[in-house]
């Protein structure tokens, strides 16, 4: 199984709403990441988990809260979002047991805050 | 300066062309160069990668990898309408355990 999920694909929120996006990986793989992705932009990186221990890219705005429950599984926690946080949420995983660190993508949730 | 910069485009050539798409890099902590494939609405996927300066060949596809000149090239032969997609060239630092994503570029093959 070399496929990374995400859940749900498309959400439409409100600036006052709180709301998750799931990722979940079977590979066992120990290193996962959140990316941000803009329309005709790379991918951003916002948050990695490696070993479960996080990194955070400063930027990223505290409305922003990665969780990683155990190492299949990692969470965004959305609150109080901008209409500018509109955007492709990627999710990665990554073997940190090989060289090459080759990252997994998820399809992505499309997240258009009102 | 962007640690990665990569040729615009967008691309559009007919079926059966050469296609090249080109990156340059800054940092020589880089020691993987990935390529990247995505499709509109989807997330990218790994096509391949090189470690060494030189060519690695995958089916149609070539990557090539000049570390002296910090250059790095994707080659497609006898390019497919299927290929039309976005082409992200991104070199990795294995110490930091991180990717640098070029801008990409959009390449439109018509048949």
């Known amino acids: 199984d070399t496929e990374v999920t995400q859940t749900p694909k498309h959400l439409v929120m409100g600036m006052t709403n709180k709301k998750s996006l799931k990722c979940e990986q079977h590979m066992g793989h120990r290193a996962m990441y959140w990316y941000k992705q803009k329309a005709k932009k790379p991918p951003e990186l916002m948050f990695v988990y490696s070993y479960e221990k996080l990194s955070i890219n400063e930027s990223v705005p505290s409305r922003f809260s990665p969780e990683c429950p155990n190492s299949s599984l990692l969470n965004l926690h959305l609150h109080a979002l901008q209409p500018e946080d509109s955007a492709l949420y990627l999710c990665a995983s990554a073997d940190t047991g090989s060289s090459t660190d080759t990252q997994y993508f998820g399809p992505g949730t499309r997240l258009t805050v009102l | 300066q962007k640690e990665v910069e990569q040729d615009p485009g967008p691309l559009s050539v007919p079926e059966g062309a050469i296609v090249s798409l080109n990156c340059t890099y800054s940092?020589?902590?880089?020691?993987?160069f990935m390529w990247y494939r995505q499709y509109s609405r989807k997330g990218p996927e790994l096509l391949m990668y090189?470690?060494?300066?030189g060519n690695k060949e995958d089916g149609r596809f070539t990557a090539q990898v000049d570390k002296s000149s910090k250059y790095i090239s994707l080659f497609i032969r006898d390019s497919q309408p299927s290929d039309s997609a976005t082409y992200l060239c991104a070199p990795h630092n294995t110490n930091a355990g991180k990717s640098t994503f070029g801008d990409g570029t959009t390449l439109t093959v018509k048949p």
């Open positions: 090189t470690y060494s300066s």
């Open positions: 940092n020589s902590a880089f020691q993987y």
